[in-house]
């Protein structure tokens, strides 16, 4: 059974203040997505990776694929209280996962003014 | 472009109550989830249709929740009764599964209380 662990399940922090959250797992992912989901909302997908060792950034948020393709970091710069929510790893296995994701537990940031 | 719709976004139901909850997926994806969310916790998926043909609801627990999708667009997920266990938000998802990877797109969910 695959399964994705992430750390910490919960940080708070000071705004302006640096991150790494991480998703983790003993089997190997073809992609892996990450999602931050705010209160009373959906998911909302901000990055997939998918090629070992590779790092995509969107403006403060670094995300890195681990080089055999089991892990995954996602790291802010100068967090900001809107990056606050719930931040969800997803990663599949194509062709057996056959088009099912396995999410990971989350981690809860809250950035404080 | 409309994003995922759900509705109601919130239910409050005693236990034994039926409910129902409606999902109207981005158009043009062919598959459309069904996941539940306790509170802090990832996705689970309860079902997944590609068009109208459910391919995987090994996670429904069949004795209650009810799902179709009739002509393959909108979907409706039905709990029959409701148990107090049952209280979580209901996520509905779609994607178009020919693409390259698996990108979901998430309505806002229904947050179901069962008193």
């Known amino acids: 059974t695959q399964l994705l662990e992430q750390s910490p399940q919960f940080l708070s922090i000071q705004e302006g203040e640096n991150l790494t959250v991480y998703c983790n797992s003993s089997?190997?992912?073809?992609?892996l997505q990450w999602y931050r989901q705010e209160p009373g909302e959906g998911p909302v997908l901000l990055v997939t990776?998918?090629?070992g060792g590779e790092v995509k950034k969107l403006k403060r948020l670094t995300f890195q694929f681990g080089d055999a393709r089991k892990d995954s970091s996602l790291h802010i710069t100068a967090a900001q209280p809107g990056d606050t929510g719930l931040y969800l790893c997803?990663?599949?296995?194509?062709?057996?996962?056959?088009?099912?994701?396995?999410w990971g537990a989350g981690t809860k940031l809250i950035i404080k003014p | 472009e409309a994003g995922v719709v759900q509705s109601p976004r919130y239910k409050i139901i005693e236990k034994k109550q039926p409910v129902a909850f409606w999902c109207n997926p981005i158009?043009?994806?062919?598959?459309l989830y069904w996941y539940r969310q306790n509170l802090g916790q990832g996705p689970e998926l309860l079902i997944r249709?590609?068009?109208?043909?459910?391919?995987?609801d090994s996670q429904l627990p069949k004795d209650r929740f009810s799902a179709e999708r009739l002509k393959g667009v909108d979907s409706t997920l039905k709990i029959q009764p409701a148990e107090l266990g049952d209280s979580a938000v209901y996520l509905c998802?779609?994607?178009?599964?020919?693409?390259?990877?698996?990108?979901?797109?998430f309505g806002p969910g229904t947050r179901l209380t069962v008193l």
């Open positions: 998802a779609s994607s178009w599964t020919s693409g390259a990877y698996n990108e979901q797109f």
């Open positions: 158009s043009g994806h062919n598959t």
């Open positions: 249709y590609e068009n109208e043909e459910a391919v995987d």
């Open positions: 089997s190997v992912f073809s992609s």
């Open positions: 990776v998918v090629t």
């Open positions: 997803a990663g599949e296995n194509l062709p057996d996962s056959n088009y099912q994701l396995i």
